[in-house]
């Protein structure tokens, strides 16, 4: 699958997490292995977990060790909707994933070239190969539209 197809996949997951009630903010994750296998997918759970570590890439990394019995996801590809936050960032360098495919940028919270770069921090024992902008503009409305419906009750 290509790169704009698999965020379809985290797209859908996103949604998923911003319908579901409580609704989440819609955020969603793909793990790919290194023959292109989707080993798994997931969505914000925070409201629903009542857990703050329920993002979305912590779930889907961890579906991932599930599926493949390792903790080291080598070679490994993680496609997610926003740019990942300092803890997101962390977990994906310490799982060894190769390969990060973000959507859209987070000039807020994100820890993959934004506000940080904790993923290409060269000072780490592992840097993560970065690709931004895959369906950016779709991956922001989703996010945009949530907090203004948000907003408006």
């Known amino acids: 699958m290509t790169d704009d197809e698999l965020m379809g996949l985290a ?3 996103a949604r998923a997490a911003g319908d579901r009630e409580p609704a989440d903010v819609p955020i969603g994750a793909v793990v790919v292995g290194p023959d292109g296998e989707v080993l798994a997918t997931a969505g914000n759970r925070r409201e629903a977990d009542e857990d703050p570590t329920a993002h979305a890439e912590i779930l889907a990394l961890r579906r991932a060790a599930a599926t493949t019995g390792r903790w080291n ?17 962390g977990a994906i360098v310490l799982a060894r994933t190769r390969r990060l495919v973000v959507g ?41 539209d949530f907090f203004r419906s948000r907003r408006k009750r």
């Open 11 to 13: 797209i859908d997951e």
């Open 73 to 89: 996801l080598t070679g490994c590809t993680l496609v997610v909707t926003l740019e990942p936050c300092t803890m997101c960032a």
């Open 104 to 144: 859209a940028m987070d000039p807020k919270a994100g820890a993959a070239g934004s506000l940080y770069d904790l993923v290409r921090e060269p000072r780490l024992n592992h840097r993560v190969e970065l690709t931004t902008g895959v369906r950016e503009q779709e991956c922001g409305d989703l996010l945009r």
